[in-house]
């Protein structure tokens, strides 16, 4: 068995605030674990959990990964971008041009998502949320299919896409041209070793895909931060 992707971890000025946002949002529920901090439960498919962390840290830049979220009319679609805008969200424009039918939008924090227009054929079957979308390049996609198990399901013109086998959101990365990285990315990956797994085994495996040590002693919330091959922090907790 490989690691799984147990959390999506937000740096947060307000955990609670940005946790109460995405609550509304999506419809998860929100727990308080004193060994994870704030973390909002799936009620669907999604497969991994949201979990917020307080940071003193300046958001500097595009974030490296973000929502999209689907929408099955166009009347649905207006009613996640109303709920979202009374919940604290705000449109901003990231370069998008007029004749773009998604919706861009930022959370309390100013981390992008989008929502996407009815009938986009690449997330017909995925749920509420269709992806998370990163920068990133071909050959970080085919680490991430790597290291957990997930299958390519896209990899064109150097964009690629996984899936869990189990269903969920794909995660997408858009090829070149990657955005500059400016600092510790906001929203980042924290993984679970498999059950009864070694965590420096798991860690030495990720390393021969391609992943590079930051700090091989434990953090401050029970983990191994590592980088991506692209730069991008994430972190193999601590067996429980």
């Given amino acids: 068995m490989t690691t799984h992707l147990l959390a999506l971890t937000f ?3 307000d955990p609670l605030r940005l946790a109460r946002f995405w609550a509304g949002v999506l419809g998860w529920e929100m727990t308080d674990d004193p060994d994870d901090g704030i973390v909002l439960l799936p009620s669907d498919d999604t497969g991994f959990r949201l979990r917020f962390l307080s940071t003193q840290g300046q958001k500097t830049g595009q974030n490296q990964m973000h929502f999209d979220l689907t929408s099955t009319s166009l009347e649905g679609q207006r009613q996640t971008v109303a709920t979202a805008l009374r919940l604290g969200a705000r449109h901003i424009d990231i370069g998008q ?3 773009e039918s998604h919706v861009v939008l930022a959370d309390p924090e100013g981390n ?3 929502v996407i227009e009815p009938g986009n054929n690449f997330l017909a079957d995925c ?3 269709g992806a998370l979308a990163c920068d990133g390049s071909q050959e970080v996609g085919y680490f991430w299919s790597a290291a957990l198990g997930w299958p390519l399901v896209w990899d064109q013109d150097q964009e690629t896409a996984i899936r869990s086998p189990h269903g969920g959101p794909k995660v997408t990365w858009g090829g070149p041209p990657l955005l500059p990285k400016t600092g ?3 929203l980042r990956f924290d993984l679970a070793p498999p059950v009864d797994g070694d965590q420096q085994a798991e860690v030495d495996r990720l390393v021969s ?3 590079t040590r930051i ?3 434990q953090d401050e919330v029970g983990g191994v931060l590592l980088a991506d091959p692209d730069g ?3 972190r193999v907790l601590t067996p429980r």
């Fill in 209 to 211: 895909l391609g992943a």
């Fill in 127 to 129: 749920g509420f949320i």
């Fill in 97 to 99: 041009g007029p004749e």
């Fill in 215 to 217: 700090d091989t002693a």
């Fill in 232 to 234: 991008n922090e994430f």
């Fill in 112 to 114: 992008e998502f989008c």
């Fill in 11 to 13: 740096d947060a000025h």
């Fill in 184 to 186: 510790r990315n906001r």
